[in-house]
């Protein structure tokens, strides 16, 4: 059973370009969930994905979307970049049971740090 | 609404002392709570999960948490600390309503241990 992995690791971007942050699930679960990790700061939610639709999403603009695929992998991206986009970007994956999005334990990747100059 | 206050951002203790964290939440629905652990430069690792099916909860690495409802507390303890255990330490919420398929993370506990 493999865990979740993202990639890349680290990522240096400027003002203004556009990223994407790529997720893969953790073998048999079909959600993930987004985190923004600012420096110092506990993880704050961006959204979670469920069976390819977004299913929740905390106080972050829309300049920041995502995608699940049909094999549960995720994408992250972040248009129009800040300096206040620096931070470290986690992925989650979880167990739906039931056909029923959840808040069910949910299984970390290592993240992608992401500075933005 | 739900949020998680960790009451200390800074705990230090020598090797073999107990470990005591502490935790308050807040919740209109009744919570799932976590604890996490973070080592520099990894990702976070699940210490031990609560969902009402005991109030003593009991997790990895001998670490264990107790649910007080009344209190609206939930702190992680450790009989005898180890180096290894130096990390981070963050509490996290769980629940229903607006709240759903979201997970609310305090601000994080350094845990220090001293030889």
């Known amino acids: 059973e493999t865990g979740v992995t993202q990639s890349p690791t680290h990522l240096i971007k400027t003002r203004g370009q556009q990223v994407t942050l790529r997720c893969s699930s953790q073998?048999?679960?079909?959600?993930v969930s987004w985190y923004q990790q600012a420096l110092g700061q506990g993880p704050q939610f961006i959204f979670q994905y469920y069976r390819e639709e977004e299913n929740g999403r905390g106080n972050f603009p829309p300049r920041f979307s995502g995608l699940q695929f049909p094999n549960y992998s995720s994408e992250l991206n972040v248009n129009a970049l800040e300096l206040d986009d620096s931070a470290l970007y986690l992925c989650?994956?979880?167990?739906?049971?039931?056909?029923?999005?959840?808040?069910?334990?949910?299984?970390f990747g290592p993240g992608t740090r992401l500075t933005v100059l | 609404a739900q949020s998680v206050t960790q009451l200390d951002s800074h705990v230090s203790v020598s090797e073999g002392t107990p470990v005591l964290l502490r935790c308050n939440y807040s919740?209109?629905?009744?919570?799932?709570l976590f604890w996490y652990v973070q080592h520099p430069n990894k990702g976070l690792q699940l210490l031990l999960k609560?969902?009402?099916?005991?109030?003593l909860v009991k997790g990895i690495n001998g670490f264990e948490a107790e649910f007080k409802k009344s209190e609206t507390s939930f702190h992680l303890t450790k009989p005898s600390a180890h180096m290894s255990d130096a990390a981070e330490y963050f509490c996290v919420v769980s629940g229903g309503g607006t709240s759903y398929g979201k997970l609310t993370f305090g601000q994080g506990t350094i845990l220090t241990v001293h030889p």
């Open positions: 073998s048999g679960h079909n959600t």
């Open positions: 609560y969902t009402s099916a005991a109030t």
């Open positions: 919740s209109s629905y009744s919570p799932s």
């Open positions: 989650a994956s979880s167990l739906a049971p039931r056909g029923i999005a959840s808040t069910d334990t949910q299984y």
